[in-house]
């Protein structure tokens, strides 16, 4: 099973707006909406901050959002902080495997 | 509030046996609503599910580790467990024990992790 792919890096300023893109196939992220996403700091385990594609789970900022367009999924983080450096990475339901992951995208706070 | 925590050898020998316990606090592993998995990841690398397995213990595990990949689960201890025979040095991981939602396919939440290496 292939991984979902994920830009391996992005950046932005405090303060701006930046989109983590996640593809796949209608087997996975196009044929579900079962997209979740993954906040992962240096040595830390990852946390949870959006699932079912749109939803976040209690304690998580609205700074942070997702949408899907086809086999594309999207996380959003607004107004960027320097708290948000870290590794994002996409999940889905796969009809092959069940679960699958991206590679995982590097966010940098310029 | 829900904690997992991963115990276990932190180094195994090639061909042997990785074994891994995942301790559940805060929480009951009886909770019809989820299943309990495992996660790792290799070093620099992303994020590899293992399987997951619910509490009366009903399994499914990855295709590309099936043959080699068993889990268990003690409700009385509330704990679970992982097992994965013959590793190789492709096996070094850090590997997280997790809360699955079986329907919605989200985990939430992680054991802090714990590094396993094979090394003779």
């Known amino acids: 099973q292939s991984a979902l792919t994920q830009p391996a890096s992005v950046s932005g300023s405090p303060g701006q707006s930046i989109t983590i893109s996640c593809t796949g196939t209608s087997s996975d992220v196009g044929g579900y909406n079962f997209v979740s996403w993954y906040q992962q700091h240096p040595g830390k385990a990852p946390k949870l901050m959006i699932y079912?594609?749109?939803y976040r789970p209690s304690g998580v900022s609205n700074r942070f959002s997702g949408s899907k367009s086809g086999n594309t999924a999207s996380l959003t983080i607004s107004g960027l902080q320097t708290e948000d450096e870290a590794h994002y990475f996409c999940s889905s339901y796969t009809t092959s495997s069940h679960v699958v992951f991206g590679g995982g995208t590097r966010v940098t706070v310029l | 509030q829900l904690q997992l925590q991963e115990s276990g050898p932190g180094l195994v020998k090639p061909s042997e046996t990785l074994s891994l316990t995942c301790n559940v606090s805060g929480g009951s592993i009886s909770s019809r609503s989820y299943y309990w998995g495992w996660i790792r990841q290799s070093p620099g690398k992303g994020l590899e599910w293992i399987g997951s397995?619910?509490?009366?213990?009903?399994?499914y595990y990855s295709p590309s580790l099936k043959s080699r990949v068993s889990m268990s689960v003690d409700v009385s201890k509330i704990q679970f467990s992982l097992k994965l025979n013959s590793v190789t040095a492709a096996d070094t991981a850090v590997y997280y024990c997790?809360?699955?939602?079986?329907?919605?396919?989200?985990?939430?939440?992680w054991g802090q992790g714990t590094l396993v290496s094979v090394s003779s």
């Open positions: 079912d594609v749109t």
């Open positions: 397995m619910y509490y009366s213990g009903n399994t």
């Open positions: 997790v809360r699955h939602d079986p329907l919605a396919n989200w985990f939430d939440p």
